[in-house]
């Protein structure tokens, strides 16, 4: 057993099933810090965002929930709802600017036990590096009958000869150098860290060629900068005749957006590391959760350099909420995130060996319980009990 000091950790139960999904997390982890070390524990602080934040604030996003987790600098937060249409900005992407959390961190990998589609779904254990604060998810957009939308269709026919239709909504789209070299720096590291096996970015860079286009030449150039001697290309790789990276080397490639989609599922086992811009990654991202059968069992981290946050991938799943039947391995995973970025490793593996066990051995929740035969479906306490039980064992 280790030794060291406690940490305190903010955390926000969120809207929907957050409440009982963070609630699971949050026994999960003190369970495998109390079983790996001796001395330490988790001070958990609660701050208020979304729902909850308006009947002690008044506001979904209210600046004192935001200071705290400015000088605390980590939080572990349960799914926000994100309303569509209308005029109301996502919380989620709104913490994102404003605590400047620019990459998303998600792994994905197969829970031995749960119903995939793929024929070889173990072969899937990737790493999805997605940039958070840049493209379109700014929100740099006007509705097509606005002012400004009129203004500016105005201004760029006669400055630029560019001719919108009237009847078209208008959106920015903004990927910038600094923004992805620094997203791309993150993944070189993480790689080296991590002993990661290669890089892959994804772009659409043949039809947007000057911020898609722009996104891959300089994650190019980050990516190797920062790996120095340790990477190689596949153009390198060609040149020499051969297929694989030499030992001790890190693969650097990239590939068409749209051609990822079908590489991920045709050849899941050939990607390791997928480092994208925030729409694209946003969307290979619950691709590659649906070859492992499910995003619901997904964690994912949101990193700045000076503030963390760590959440599940799903959403809210209102409908469910309050009827002990949520999976709450999404939130458990973000959880294990959380402790390995505190440097808590032993904790972290200890939750997802349990967390494994538990799946393997049948137990799980009504949603990996569709489609296998052989199960114990149970509710969301009662699986939380069974990894906390094969956390002791």
């Given at each position: ?30 369970s ?16 208020f ?9 008044g506001?979904?996003?209210?600046e ?23 005029g ?6 709104a ?6 959390l ?10 031995a ?14 790493v999805i ?12 957009e ?21 001719v ?9 789209k ?11 720096r ?27 286009g722009?996104?891959r ?21 060609a ?9 001790g080397r ?13 590489q ?19 969307y ?24 963390a ?8 799943a ?11 391995i ?10 390995e970025?505190?440097?808590?490793k ?23 319980a569709r ?23």
């Open positions: 057993m280790a030794s060291g000091k406690s940490a305190r950790v903010l955390f926000a139960k969120g809207d929907g099933i957050g409440a009982e999904v963070i609630g699971s997390s949050i026994a999960v982890i003190d495998a810090v109390e079983a790996a070390y001796s001395g330490r524990r988790i001070v958990w602080e609660e701050v965002l979304g729902d909850s934040a308006v009947e002690e604030f506001k979904r996003l209210p004192e929930s935001l200071s705290k987790v400015r000088e605390r600098g980590l939080l572990l937060k349960g799914p926000l709802r994100t309303p569509v249409g209308g109301e900005r996502s919380l989620n992407v913490l994102r600017m404003e605590l400047d620019y990459a998303n961190i998600r792994p994905v990998r197969y829970f036990g749960v119903d995939s589609p793929l024929k070889r779904p173990e072969a899937v254990d990737l590096m997605r940039e958070n604060t840049d493209d379109l998810y700014t929100g740099i006007w509705r097509h009958a606005s002012r400004e939308a009129a203004a500016l269709r105005a201004f760029l026919k006669k400055d630029l000869g560019v919108l239709p009237s009847d078209a909504g208008i959106g920015i903004l990927i910038s150098r600094f923004k992805t070299r620094r997203v791309a993150m993944a070189a590291a993480y790689a080296l860290s991590n002993s990661r096996r290669s890089i892959t970015i994804m772009h659409k860079g043949n039809i947007m060629k000057y911020t898609e722009a996104f030449e300089w994650a190019y150039e980050a990516v190797l900068e920062r790996l120095g001697t340790k990477a190689v290309t596949e153009e390198q790789l040149e020499r005749g051969a297929v694989k990276a030499p030992k890190i693969l650097v490639n990239d590939r068409i957006a749209d051609n990822m989609f079908q991920l599922i045709a050849k899941p086992g050939s990607y390791d590391i997928i480092l994208a811009p925030n729409l694209n990654g946003d290979i991202s619950d691709a590659a959760g649906a070859l492992v059968g499910n995003i619901g069992v997904l964690g994912s981290a949101e990193i700045g350099d000076s503030a946050m760590f959440e599940a991938v799903h959403g809210t209102p409908k469910y909420a309050g009827r002990n039947v949520a999976d709450p999404g939130e458990i995973m973000a959880g294990a995130m959380m402790l970025h505190l440097g808590w032993e904790a972290a593996g200890t939750i997802r060996d349990a967390v494994d066990r538990v799946v393997k051995s049948g137990i799980v929740t009504q949603d990996l489609g296998l035969v052989g199960v114990k479906t149970v509710g969301t306490k009662e699986f939380t009990r069974a990894v906390q039980k094969a956390i002791d064992s």
